[in-house]
């Protein structure tokens, strides 16, 4: 995939743009709150139709706006594709159009562009709490495969229902719901389960590649037997009492969680701050492998502010490993020139006061 043009109406600090953008990526550089992040956030909005920081559409808007509005024009596999969305702050309604034509629903869109993107928050991914990877392994999975999506969809809506049951004390409203989380929950296990299994190795390798000495393990830390739909009638006949007294469903994936360790210590609390951005950055490159193998096109990276906190060679690896510019797209953000590593090897542009002002000669 390649972004060739992005157009931007109104959107975050942004002054109203319309940039054409090479082939290889490029750098975004400028002060901070100047507008880099925004730029990097309106080339991943077409991935999900929501921003990447979580904020809801009525913020996304300039202050004291109508709305925005973006567009951007890719190639993807070869064919030249538009994505177009806005949003009408009178109304707080969303559009979503793709070639021009609008769709009725947002979620068909999903997935139709595809790009992984890597912000300083995403630390959380192995700092934070479990629900954090959860999110993560959930985005990733549902992007490869509608399949997932689909599951994980009808697996939350009989949890949310059940757990009402739970909380109002009505065991056999609970149990009429219990029959709908088996198939589509062990769905969920197994794919999750199957995705440690096969990318455990190349974290353990993008880890090493990016400077990591020591040894990083990922697994998989859940029930195991609910991977097979079978086994969750008993399982969940076994945690009746508790989840009544709970007041929720204390069986199936949504308390599972992902483990990154080094040298047998959990990261999150025993990992330098190198060493766990070291690890955020290989979980989104395994995230980069995962959609490029399931989808069959490799997506459009995104890097806000990644080679900060990292020593000069992790960051020399970090920009190795990016690798040639003729062979994937890369956008990358910096406040400064001297924290980008001389290895990196990418237009340079210069993002000030909202507006993306001048190509700059490196």
């Given amino acids: 995939m390649r972004a060739e043009r992005i157009a931007a109406l109104g959107f975050r600090n942004l ?12 750098v975004f550089l400028g002060p901070n709150a100047h507008g880099k992040t925004s730029l990097l956030e309106a080339l991943y909005y077409p991935v999900l139709c929501r921003s990447f920081r979580a904020a809801p559409d009525a913020d996304l808007g300039r202050w004291g706006g109508t709305g925005f509005h973006l567009t951007l024009e890719a190639s993807v596999d070869g064919v030249r594709r538009e994505f177009a969305a806005g949003f009408v702050a009178d109304g707080r309604r969303k559009r979503v159009a793709v070639d021009g034509e609008e769709l009725a629903r947002v979620t068909d869109a999903i997935g139709r562009w595809l790009a992984v993107a890597f912000l300083p928050d995403d630390l959380v991914l192995v700092t934070g709490p479990a629900a954090e990877r959860r999110r993560y392994l959930d985005r990733v999975l549902s992007l490869a495969d509608p399949g997932y999506l689909a599951a994980l969809v009808r697996f939350r809506g009989v949890v949310a229902r ?70 969750w009638p008993e399982a969940l006949r076994a945690a009746e009492p508790r989840e009544l007294a709970r007041g929720m469903s204390l069986v199936g994936p949504q308390r599972d969680d992902l483990v990154l360790e ?21 979980l989104k490159l395994c995230e980069l492998a995962t959609l490029t193998a399931g989808r069959g096109v490799e997506p459009v990276l995104l890097l806000d502010d990644v080679f900060a906190e990292l020593d000069r060679e992790r960051q020399d690896r970090l920009a190795a490993r990016l690798g040639d510019p003729g062979v994937r797209q890369v956008f990358v953000t910096a406040p400064r020139r001297d924290e980008l590593p001389p290895a990196l090897e990418l237009e340079v542009f210069e993002v000030r006061d909202g507006g993306v002002r001048q190509q700059v000669a490196r």
């Fill in 262 to 282: 080094h040298g047998g210590r959990p990261l999150r609390a025993f990992g330098s701050t190198g060493q766990q951005r070291t690890a955020a950055v290989a």
């Fill in 15 to 26: 002054q109203d743009l319309d940039l054409d953008l090479p082939p290889g990526g490029a």
């Fill in 162 to 231: 059940r757990n009402a049951a739970l909380r109002e004390g009505r065991p056999e409203v609970a149990r009429a719901f219990a029959a709908g989380m088996a198939e589509p929950g062990a769905v969920v296990v197994r794919a999750r389960r199957d995705w440690v299994a096969r990318l455990a190795d190349r974290f353990a390798e993008e880890c090493a590649a990016l400077g990591e000495a020591g040894p990083v393990t990922l697994r998989y830390r859940g029930t195991d037997a609910l991977a097979d739909e079978a086994a």
